[in-house]
């Protein structure tokens, strides 16, 4: 049964990469400023590289990528229950913490009560002690990468570069209205998700889904180079300077 499902979410997918290719316009004759399109594209994706390769390698690639299905699927469900708990029952972190430390007194004091009771002694609880390294790992990791993420956005806002500022801009009012629509749980779910099965359809259906990035690249070129010439390429470039008046 799991296989029949399996199979079927996979002609699906084909069956729906197979329509967006054969209504776009073959457009691998555009040439970009250095290559054609599938080079600029194989570029962006790692050339040669594999996907596992692309995704880091290591345990992380492995789960993306789905090598060992239970570890997955399991990662996938916690995320899913964890969402549904806030999102769908309403619950509240404080509510979900608090039910989790009274369960676990319950289960140590009944452990201790009973296991004295059978043995004649007191019986020694585990105890559950988190390490301090691992907080300390944590907070690195997250500082390291928001500080990568205020400098390339201060780089972009310095770099007198018109373009980019302009889409870093265009991808924050984006983010917003997408917000706008959903919660903060709601998109950090969406992007797990995605992050768990866009990887391994595209590891299974490379070919297709390349092509139809190419093609995709080639629309966005041409559209690109119309604004370019249109509007982008009509605004003054460098500093202005201004007369001081006598």
């Known amino acids: 049964m799991p296989e029949h499902s399996e199979n079927a979410a996979a002609n699906i997918v084909d069956s729906i990469v197979d329509a967006i290719a054969d209504n776009l316009p073959k457009q691998k004759s555009v040439r970009f400023e250095d290559g054609s399109i599938s080079d600029k594209a194989k570029r962006l994706f790692g050339g040669q590289k594999s996907v596992h390769h692309v995704l880091g390698g290591g345990k992380s690639a492995d789960v993306l990528l789905w090598r060992n299905k239970k570890i997955s699927s399991s990662v996938l469900a916690v995320a899913t229950a964890v969402w549904v708990f806030f999102e769908w029952l309403d619950y509240h972190f404080l509510t979900i913490a608090c039910f989790v430390l009274v369960l676990g007194m319950v289960v140590q004091f009944a452990w201790s009560t009973f296991a ?131």
């Open 116 to 246: 004295g009771m059978l043995n004649g002694s007191p019986s020694k609880v585990p105890r559950v002690e988190l390490p301090d390294e691992l907080f300390a790992n944590i907070g690195s990791a997250i500082g390291t990468q928001v500080n990568k993420f205020l400098g390339t956005l201060q780089d972009v806002s310095c770099g007198r570069d018109l373009k980019n500022f302009l889409l870093v801009i265009a991808g924050f009012f984006a983010a917003a209205i997408i917000g706008s629509w959903c919660n903060l749980l709601t998109v950090i779910y969406i992007g797990f998700v995605c992050a768990h099965t866009l990887p391994v359809l595209y590891e299974k259906n490379q070919e297709k889904v390349d092509e139809f990035l190419y093609n995709t690249l080639g629309l966005l070129q041409n559209q690109y180079q119309k604004l370019d010439k249109g509007v982008l390429g009509k605004v003054p470039k460098g500093i202005i300077k201004l007369k001081k008046s006598d």
